[in-house]
């Protein structure tokens, strides 16, 4: 019988809290043939404690010091511990190694990110990026291109590997995230609202302060359609990266922008719960989980109509060209005053999301890691 080890690694790590965390602990949730499935961890570092992560085998990697060794150390590591082939739920940490592994890629936003850098720049400035994105290229085609399959999670992440790294498509599966059932529904308290100096309707934005989630330009939209300051603007973000200065200017003397950072989860999903809806313009997503979470919270989403985006809302989300601040501006003014609209896409997005689950991903995931390799041991 095929032995599959799941790198847990990451949940080790900051990880655990962001998108990779979820995908990762909710699939292991709902995988059915458990008894097949080792959970990898580093040794000496904490492992989380999470129920269930007690229903699997777990086995403990103490990488050598032998750095030129590391590779054939690793496989070595697996063959003893019985592991046939090993599954890389996201693409930062896998090991180029001879030996059968799938890979999760969840999205390859460095690539088109650096390419807009270097149209953007000039000099020694832009060698550097270009000398930089070919070393990327090389590596992670030869990282991704030696896997047995790929796992990307919208069909918008695979034509991005395919048209940056020239992978071969009949390799690459599409399985489409779930999302978070702790999301479903509404908390009746309302607590985390003073809890939180909520004093005002408010918009919600998940996103850390990197240039891809096009804070600024949400900050600027908002702003423009809340001149009669009847809301707040919530950004969820984390404490790295640390505020720009353009956007510590830029809500400096506007106290209806609440920066949170670093919540924990049950305090996340009651700010999306009493929301007016979510805002998420950003400028890439290889998939966009915020999008599934605020509309199983039962609120109206306005995101990018670009990328991975509308493949993800559906006919249930608001579209807007971030790089469009007035048309931002406008969609953002139309939704907060149209309580008919509102209640219409809250309910298109309840719809929605019944084309994504956890449960179908798992299944759809184990299915095809139990199928790469016959049922016998490899080496």
């Known amino acids: 019988m095929t032995k599959i080890a799941i790198d847990c690694r990451s949940l080790q790590d900051d990880s655990l809290t962001r998108g990779i965390g979820s995908y990762l602990l909710n699939i292991l949730i709902d995988i059915k043939q458990k008894d097949r499935f080792f959970l990898l961890f580093r040794d000496k570092k904490t492992i989380p404690d999470y129920p269930v992560l007690n229903e699997y085998e777990k086995i403990i990697y103490k990488p050598t010091l032998l750095f030129w060794d590391l590779k054939n150390h690793f496989k070595k590591f697996l063959l003893k511990n019985r592991v046939n082939l090993l599954f890389f739920p996201g693409q930062y940490n896998v090991f180029t190694i001879n030996f059968p ?13 650096r390419l807009q850098e270097i149209a953007n720049s000039t000099g020694l400035k832009k060698l550097n990026y270009i000398l930089d994105i070919k070393w990327m290229t090389h590596k992670v085609h030869k990282q991704l291109d030696k896997a047995r399959a790929l ?22 599966q599409v ?12 908390q009746a308290s309302g607590t985390i609202t003073k809890q939180y100096h909520l004093t005002k309707p408010y918009v919600l934005t998940v996103a850390p302060f990197e240039t891809r989630k096009n804070v600024l330009n949400m900050i600027s939209a908002f702003q423009n359609c809340n001149r009669d300051k009847e809301y707040q603007f919530v950004i969820i973000t984390k404490t790295n990266p640390p505020v720009p200065e353009d956007i510590k200017t830029m809500i400096k003397n506007d106290t209806d922008i609440i920066l949170l950072k670093n919540l924990p989860k049950t305090a996340l999903v009651e700010l999306y719960q009493h929301a007016v809806c979510l805002f998420f313009a950003t400028n890439y997503e290889g998939f966009g989980l915020p999008i599934l979470e605020a509309m199983a919270a039962g609120i109206p989403v306005i995101t990018s109509s670009i990328t991975s985006m509308p493949e993800v809302g559906g006919s249930a989300a608001l579209y ?17 005053t149209d309580k008919s609209l509102q209640q219409k896409m809250i309910k298109a997005g309840y719809e929605n999301i019944k084309n994504f689950s956890y449960e179908n991903c798992a299944r759809e995931t184990e299915e095809l890691l139990i199928g790469i390799l016959p049922d016998k041991n490899h080496g």
Request: hydrophobic share 40%; net charge negative; charged share 25%.
């Open 151 to 172: 796992v990307a999670v919208s069909e918008y992440t695979k034509k991005d590997i395919v048209s940056f790294l020239k992978i071969d498509p009949q390799k690459i």
């Open 101 to 113: 592994y799938v890979v999760t890629v969840h999205d390859i936003m460095y690539f088109p990110l």
């Open 175 to 186: 399985i489409y995230n779930g999302w978070d059932k702790a999301f479903q529904g509404k």
């Open 320 to 336: 807007v060209d971030p790089k469009n601040t007035d048309e931002m501006a406008d969609a953002l003014g139309k939704l907060l």
